[in-house]
């Protein structure tokens, strides 16, 4: 929508004939009418000049008008005089009716032109809604806004780049036309680019994400209503920047889904034939054992330690593909406690193991899995045992937090440094300090986490205030008013 003059010469010319030839007419049958026959006549040509021609034409013959009148229809004729006085009145009533005719009819003709031009802005902004809907991809709807800023606004080339980032450089999105090369938008201010390119800053939910790039052979300049349409056309293609930027997430969220799945899958398969030749390696070693060879039980103690690893990774495959099976019943709390320190105390030789439960408090019961939960505990348990001083004990406490029964799990270990505590939770995390042989694979709290999800549960960590780590395990608790209706 390139800024052109408008093209009415022919049109001031027609109606310059019209006005002379109405002249020549009246002039010949002068004794015939009288002065307002000739000021109606005149009116109307003038009328018909401003909306043909404009209102320059319409101006200038209204002036010719009042100079025919009083020239060739006032007597004296043919002579610039008026001898009454109610001429000089015949003649300002036409000039001022027929200024305020020719513009008020400017007016209405440029409000219609306004009208129609807004008319066509919804046209074409509806044809452009059309394109970028049917087209199949979100780069091909790129490409369908690119052409249709080029055609409207009528300039070589149209392009759309896409911002990569404060550090990289931008990437071309979509082009329309030909005969150019495609270069990077110009950085410089606005005020010192070449006319004959204009550049227009992409936004979308108050984000810059790309640069509209407007070239031509000739200086570009737009009107006000091209430049409003050219906006509006601008925010289509910020929109459209916008798709192929949720679309290339959805690809990449997707292939990453798709390699989640065949990791699971060989995972689960490498796990499930890990078992046999280790349940073989274990026969033998206990063979050797018997014929007195001391090197059998580390074997066994080895094979032990691949067996639980490869648990490890099965439950995780099935917990991730969520085929795990889990059984919520009501159970006690306590119970669950005292089942995980029974099961850790052997490991626990030695080292002080605090219990803090409100034992005049109602026995808090719970919905859950008893066996996943006492997993999840042991898991904990183990954890601190493992990464605390042999020296410092480890505190349980067991409470009731809102709908949840709280169990937490309490050491003076190192803690977690705070740019690793969003990772603790992903399979196959390690602490950075930790020893190759840590004796786990970095499984366990991984699979605590779904395994409390799986339950309806939680399991978070904080820092412990004195300098350790705090787990909390929440499992779903059973109101009191429920098991007032249980024990009835």
């Known amino acids: 929508m390139t800024h052109r003059p408008e093209r009415r010469w022919p049109s001031a010319l027609l109606w310059t004939a019209i006005f002379l030839f109405s002249t020549w007419v009246m002039v010949g049958v002068q004794g015939e009418i009288t002065e307002a026959h000739v000021a109606l006549l005149y009116l109307l040509v003038v009328l018909g000049a401003s909306s043909g021609g404009g209102r320059g034409v319409g101006f200038s013959l209204a002036v010719l008008a009042f100079i025919s009148i009083d020239y060739y229809f006032q007597p004296p004729y043919a002579r610039f005089e008026i001898s009454k006085r109610p001429?000089?009145?015949?003649?300002?009533?036409?000039?001022a009716t027929a200024v305020v005719a020719t513009q008020l009819l400017a007016r209405a003709n440029e409000k219609a032109l306004e009208a129609r031009r807004r008319a066509d802005e919804i046209d074409r902004l509806a044809s452009l809604g059309a394109e970028t809907l049917s087209t199949g991809s979100a780069t091909q709807a790129l490409t369908a806004i690119a052409t249709v800023v080029r055609d409207t606004i009528g300039t070589d080339t149209c392009e759309i780049w896409v911002h990569q980032g404060e550090s990289a450089a931008p990437e071309l999105a979509a082009q329309a036309g030909a005969g150019l090369i495609a270069e990077p938008p110009p950085v410089?201010?606005?005020a010192v680019i070449d006319p004959r390119t204009k550049v227009v800053p992409l936004t979308a939910h108050s984000r810059s994400v790309g640069t509209l790039v407007l070239r031509h052979s000739a200086p570009i300049v737009l009107d006000a209503g091209a430049s409003r349409f050219l906006s509006a056309l601008a925010y289509y293609a910020a929109l459209g920047i916008e798709r192929v930027r949720l679309v290339a997430e959805a690809e990449r969220a997707e292939a990453l889904r798709e390699a989640d799945r065949l990791k699971d899958a060989l995972l689960a398969s490498v796990s499930h034939d890990l078992r046999t030749p280790l349940t073989t390696i274990k026969a033998l070693a206990h063979d050797i054992a018997d014929d007195g060879d001391e090197r059998a039980g580390t074997i066994e103690q080895q094979a032990d330690r691949l067996n639980r690893m490869v648990a490890d990774l099965l439950d995780l495959s099935r917990l991730n593909a969520g085929e795990l099976p889990v059984r919520a019943e009501l159970n006690a709390a306590e119970d669950?406690?005292?089942a995980a320190i029974q099961q850790v105390s052997a490991a626990f030789a030695g080292r002080e193991l605090r219990t803090s439960i409100a034992w005049s408090e109602p026995v808090l019961v719970g919905r859950f899995d008893f066996v996943h939960a006492l997993r999840i505990l042991v898991n904990l348990l183990e954890n601190a045992h493992k990464y605390s001083p042999k020296s410092s004990p480890v505190d349980i406490e067991l409470s009731r937090v809102g709908p949840m029964i709280a169990i937490s799990v309490a050491d003076r270990g190192p803690g977690v440094p705070a740019a690793e505590v969003e990772r603790?939770?992903?399979?196959?995390?390690?602490?950075?300090?930790?020893?190759?042989?840590?004796?786990s694979a970095g499984l366990g709290l991984s699979i605590a986490l779904r395994l409390a999800m799986a339950q309806g549960g939680t399991l978070s960590y904080a820092d412990r205030s004195g300098g350790g780590s705090v787990f909390t395990l929440g499992l779903p608790a059973v109101a009191d008013a429920a098991m007032d209706a249980l024990a009835g």
């Not at 015949?90 to 000039?95: D, K, Y």
């Not at 603790?424 to 004796?439: K, L, M, N, Q, V």
């Open 87 to 95: 001429d000089w009145i015949v003649l300002i009533a036409f000039m």
């Open 336 to 338: 669950v406690v005292g």
């Open 424 to 439: 603790i939770f992903e399979p196959f995390y390690r602490p950075e300090r930790s020893t190759p042989d840590a004796g």
């Open 188 to 190: 410089l201010p606005l």
